[in-house]
Each structure stands twice: as structure tokens, then as C-alpha cells.
């Protein structure tokens, strides 16, 4: 039985940058950073460690527990929610992990402050833990940019089973079993000895995502440069929101040529059938929580533009039944659309033809807040870890929404551009 935290202790401070917080407590146990980028999309980073209670036996009902509904964070892999379609497979990650922080750092890149909460059974040990947040901002280290962690990323088929899948995607599409599949390439290697999953976190600090992510429990570790929210819900208003990306473009140093293969990107038929689709299935899934009549989408094809790539982005928004909570909203609607296909049970089933399990990578990284709000973002551009006596492995995928008419070649280009951040974090330019 856990106990809820009904006490609360909360103090605002002075601003201290997060990464600097977060790496004074990289090596504790639970060291937790979600560290946005402080744009539109992440006015806000959280910083924490040492969680009370972690867990994730029994899945997303777990979530049902009142005790889990604040100041808890989880991470669903993806093939947890693609078994229905895919039937048994080996299992390579958790299908969910779950930690809850008494003591919790939220800091607000808008008004440039730091908001520290401690919760406990009671008021005496909800300021325990605040002391212990407070102490944290006292260990803040401006850790410089650290060498490269690791000598080389292996991939882990070859560019032309990459080709070949691709091409049996549009023939599948030709023949009319499905619209689009997002089909992934994967790379692995270890970590130089001495070096830790940190050190890629702190080698993105210059690529800083909305959605950007440290987390380590135990002897796995995982590190997210996500640009792409999955869910936002507002347990107040009841309002949902999801913002599939599909389509992409990579940048270019000269501004006339970024700017023209971002109004490409804008401009092109390709792209935007492939995000309409997902904006399409992505309603129907909402439509499972939320209240009839209220799924809409409110943006279409909008470019948002990140360090490396520009992507085509739209927003669908609901308002969720009084009855539905986390657990169903994400079992409603995972894994994203945007990172299957359509129809996505055919989607997954297409994708498992071509592709190990993926463990981690597309599943979500999410965030319960103290007034039950959820954030989950898609884990694209995310390296996971694991730590054995020989060092830290880690793992990272990219992929690509095929359609009717995708280029292999191109789509395999797509994949490179995708990963080329997390590749230089890990190894150099």
C-alpha cells in the first residue's frame, strides 16, 4: 500500500538554470531532468532525485492509485502498447516504469524563477522534503561540455535492408493493406569506460528541445532531445492536446537555403498527405476520451524549426470525459500516430515485420504534475542505456513515415538527418 502525500510544503526561489541543478545530481539515485527549452512549447524544467516509490507491475492501472496521481513520472515503451497488434516478443525494456518525487524542482524559464515543492504523509515531512529540494539548488555545477562518451554508433542493419524495407512498405500500400507505416533504423555501441549517459545530455545542452529528458533508475538510463509533445491535459479544464509531427526537412547553414527547404516542406503534397493522415487518426483516438463533438483541430501544417531539422507540425485538442483519467487517456491513445501509421493496429504489425522491438524509443516519457496535469512527449531523437560490468550499452533508432509514394533513398536520407544530433553528442562531428 503506498501512502498518499497529503502534505505540502512549496517555496519560490531565485533562478538557477536547470542543467546546472540537474548535473550537481546526476549521480544520485532517480536523478531526474526534464529540461525544455524554454520556447513556447517549454516554458517550463523540472529537476529532481530520489524517488519514495517506483514500480510499474500491473501497467497503466497503477495510475488509478490516488497516492500516484501527483509528482510522479513514467515512461511507457512502446511495445507495451504495440503487443495487441504484434502478439508476444521479447521483451527489451520494462513495458512501464514509474518513480514518485516528494521533492520536486520547477523552474519557470517565462518569469525566470524556481518554484521547489515537498510533499509528505504530513506537514513535518512535506518541509523535510522541501529542505532536501532546497538543498539541491546549493549543489547547481556549470559542468563544461564534456568529450565525446563513446568511440563509434554501430548500425545495426545494413542501408540496403533499410532500402528493402521501405520498398515492401509501398508495395504493402499499393496493394492496399494499409496508408503509412514509420519505419526505423537502429544503432547501438557502449560508452567509453568512465563515461556516463550524462555526458550525452550535457553534449545536446547547445540543441535544446521543448522536450528534452535525463533519466536514470538503477541500471538504466535514458536521454531524450524530443521535439514532439504526445499529450497535455488540464485536469481543470478538461482540455487534451496532441501535436503529431510528420514531415521533415534538415537545415542548412545559408538562411536563403533554410528558409527555402523549410516553404519546400510547407509547400509539399507529400508531407502534408502524411500528416493529415495522422492528424486524422490521432482525432479518432481522442475521440475514445473525450467528450462528443469536441475533438478539433485546431492548427494545420505549421513548420516548426529546431537546430537540425525543420518539422511540419499540427495541433488536435478535446475535452476529456469527466470519468477519464491518465491511465485512459493513455491507453486510448498509445502508442502516438505519429510514430505507427495508419491504420495503426496494421501499422504495428507491418512495422514488427522489419524491425526488432524498440524498447524505449517512440513509446513516452510523461509527467504527472502536483495538480494531476499530464505532459507526455513522443520519444524520437532519445538514446536509451543500460549498465552491465563492462559499462553503459545504448541503443537509438530514427525513422521515417512511409507512404504510396516514398523514395527509398530519400527515406533513408531522412533517417540520417534525424539522428545526426544524438550521433554527435555521442561520438563528435
Not at 549521480?27 to 510499474?56: I, K, N, Q, Y
Not at 504495440?82 to 520536486?104: E, F, I, K, N, S
Not at 560508452?191 to 533508475?217: E, H, N, Q, T
Not at 491504420?343 to 504495428?348: D, F, L, R, T
Request: aromatic share 6%; net charge negative.
Amino acid at each position: 500500500m503506498i501512502e498518499p502525500l497529503t502534505g505540502v510544503e512549496t517555496r519560490v526561489r531565485p533562478w538557477r538554470e536547470p542543467l546546472a541543478v540537474a548535473t550537481g545530481l546526476r549521480h544520485r539515485d532517480g536523478a531526474l531532468a526534464l529540461l525544455s527549452d524554454g520556447g513556447p512549447l517549454g516554458r517550463w524544467s523540472f529537476v529532481a532525485a530520489e524517488p519514495d516509490w517506483t514500480g510499474g507491475e500491473g501497467g497503466l492501472d497503477r495510475l488509478r492509485d490516488p497516492a500516484l496521481a501527483r509528482d510522479v513520472v513514467g515512461l511507457l515503451a512502446y511495445d507495451a502498447g504495440a503487443r495487441p497488434a504484434t502478439g508476444p516478443r521479447p521483451q527489451v525494456w520494462p513495458d512501464l516504469m514509474l518513480a514518485r518525487y516528494p521533492a520536486m524542482l520547477a523552474f519557470d524559464h517565462r518569469e525566470q524563477t524556481v518554484t521547489l515543492t515537498g510533499r509528505g504523509v504530513d506537514a513535518a515531512s512535506a518541509v523535510i522534503a522541501a529542505d532536501r529540494a532546497e538543498a539541491w539548488l546549493a549543489m547547481a555545477v556549470d559542468a563544461a561540455t564534456p568529450a565525446p562518451p563513446a568511440s563509434a554508433v554501430h548500425a545495426e542493419t545494413s542501408a540496403d535492408a533499410y532500402l528493402d524495407a521501405v520498398a515492401d512498405v509501398v508495395a504493402r500500400i499499393a496493394a492496399g493493406d494499409l496508408f503509412q507505416a514509420n519505419i526505423a533504423r537502429a544503432w547501438s555501441g557502449e560508452l567509453r569506460p568512465g563515461a556516463d549517459p550524462f555526458d550525452v545530455m550535457l553534449r545536446l545542452a547547445d540543441r535544446a528541445a521543448a522536450y528534452g529528458a535525463f533519466w536514470r533508475l538503477a541500471d538504466r538510463a535514458l536521454v531524450s532531445n524530443s521535439p514532439e509533445l504526445f499529450l497535455t491535459f488540464d485536469p481543470r479544464s478538461r482540455r487534451i492536446e496532441t501535436r503529431p509531427i510528420k514531415g521533415t526537412r534538415r537545415r542548412d547553414p545559408a538562411p536563403a537555403r533554410d528558409a527555402a527547404l523549410a516553404a519546400e516542406l510547407e509547400a509539399s503534397a507529400k508531407d502534408r498527405a502524411e500528416n493529415l493522415m495522422i492528424v486524422d487518426l490521432m482525432r479518432n483516438d481522442l475521440s475514445r476520451v473525450a467528450e462528443p463533438g469536441s475533438v478539433a483541430v485546431e492548427r494545420l501544417f505549421e513548420i516548426e524549426s529546431h537546430p537540425t531539422v525543420h518539422h511540419l507540425v499540427s495541433t488536435v485538442t478535446g475535452t476529456v470525459r469527466p470519468e477519464a483519467g491518465v491511465a485512459d487517456l493513455l491507453a486510448a491513445t498509445f502508442p502516438p500516430g505519429s510514430i505507427t501509421g495508419a491504420p495503426k493496429h496494421q501499422a504495428m504489425k507491418v512495422i514488427a515485420t522489419h524491425e526488432p522491438p524498440r524498447g524505449p524509443w517512440c513509446g513516452s516519457l510523461f509527467h504527472i504534475g502536483g495538480d494531476g496535469a499530464l505532459t507526455a512527449s513522443v520519444l524520437i531523437r532519445t538514446a536509451s542505456f543500460e549498465r552491465s560490468e563492462s559499462g553503459w550499452r545504448f541503443r537509438t533508432l530514427a525513422g521515417a513515415g512511409i507512404v504510396a509514394d516514398s523514395d527509398p533513398a530519400s527515406e533513408l536520407a531522412e533517417t540520417g538527418v534525424k539522428i545526426l544530433a544524438l550521433r554527435e553528442a555521442l561520438v563528435g562531428p
